[in-house]
């Protein structure tokens, strides 16, 4: 009698969080996936400011769809006919989308603007980009308060085993220096008896989290890098935690993903066979390069045609610098596993 019986109420709980996970959460990534189709298409068919397009999905989700007259006049006089044509079409495509995902149906008539309504006559949905891991992850924690498809470093273990070794989960205490790479995924910052500032971060690389202090010198020498979500690489001694029993790190130095990347790169190398490089590809090649020139970072292609293969060494002018949006343009266009 002193107890209450809370099983209905953990019973009816858990079916809500149970509700949520399996149905409330698909509805919504499938919306936010929706969404972000409908946002490239629209830029696909003109050059619009984010807000802009937010605006004209919004006015055409209140009217059934379409853009009414007054609207079309204050706010986007400045389109054609066929312009506004695609960009509605763009919406009703999505809202029929989210409607049959919603019923696990698929769409027997068109997975595109272009192939549902041929009679617009616009050709420019045939390439939409689509998004990055990163901006998928990032939309992800924006909405939703957590990473649920994935971790932000996924994308980047190949590379980081290049110069971290292993992973926190490999840790073990020893004397020497060790590096670790991951997310900060909590950050303290502690007055020490002397009135200088301290950190001490928590780091996450999906197989395990250790807590890494950064002394009073090292915080002052890298604390614009120690923010929250930042992805680090650190190097530093690794001890027993007597309080938690894990481990905890003493970090001495601290560097960005990309200080790393540019630290230990030795190059860019690309696998293209004569099918990507004919054509426009080499153009393509260039347009994607020039942007991040006048950097340290050599490019070599290893070229295949026929039954010859050669490898070639761009020249110091299209010595580049290494930046993710870099290496996702060209794995875009020569596929994830040709680039390394």
């Given amino acids: 009698y002193r107890y209450i ?46 807000r802009k397009i937010d605006l004209f999905i919004k006015l055409c989700l209140q009217n059934n769809g379409r853009l009414s007259t007054a609207k079309r006049s204050s706010q986007f006089g400045k389109l054609t006919d066929e312009e506004i044509a695609a960009m509605e079409e763009a919406v009703k495509m999505a809202e029929q989308m989210t409607r049959n995902t919603d019923c696990g149906m698929s769409d027997l008539f068109g997975a595109t603007p272009q192939e549902s309504a041929p009679e617009i006559g616009y050709q420019s949905f045939r390439r939409i980009r689509s998004n990055t891991s990163k901006e998928r992850l990032r939309g992800e924690k924006e909405t939703l308060g957590l990473y649920l498809t994935g971790h932000p470093i996924d994308e980047y273990k190949e590379e ?93 130095q601290v560097k960005s993903l990309f200080e790393a990347r540019v630290n230990y790169l030795k190059g860019i190398d690309i696998d293209a066979n004569e099918e990507r490089l004919n054509g426009s590809g080499i153009e393509q090649l260039a347009d994607i390069l020039a942007p991040y020139q006048q950097g340290d970072c050599p490019i070599r292609i290893s070229y295949t045609s026929g039954s010859a293969v050669g490898e070639i060494a761009l020249g110091e002018q299209w010595l580049v610098a290494p930046e ?16 390394h």
């Fill in 160 to 252: 980081l085993a290049h110069f971290v070794g292993g992973r926190i989960v490999d840790l073990k205490p020893d004397r020497n220096k060790q590096m670790a790479a991951g997310l900060v995924v909590d950050l303290r910052v502690i007055k020490t008896r002397r009135g200088d500032n301290m950190a001490v971060i928590t780091l996450d690389d999906s197989s395990g989290r250790i807590d890494v202090a950064i002394f009073a010198d090292a915080f002052q020498e890298y604390r614009d890098k120690i923010v929250k979500d930042a992805l680090l690489v650190l190097e530093g001694q690794v001890t027993e935690d007597d309080y938690t029993g894990g481990l905890k790190m003493r970090a001495t």
């Fill in 324 to 339: 993710d949006d870099l290496l996702h343009k060209l794995r875009e266009l020569f596929g994830l596993d040709s680039v």
């Fill in 5 to 50: 019986d809370m099983t209905p109420q953990a019973e009816a709980l858990f079916k809500f969080i149970e509700a949520t996970i399996e149905t409330e959460l698909k509805r919504e990534l499938s919306f936010l996936a929706n969404y972000d189709r409908t946002k490239a298409s629209m830029h696909e068919i003109v050059d619009m400011p984010d």
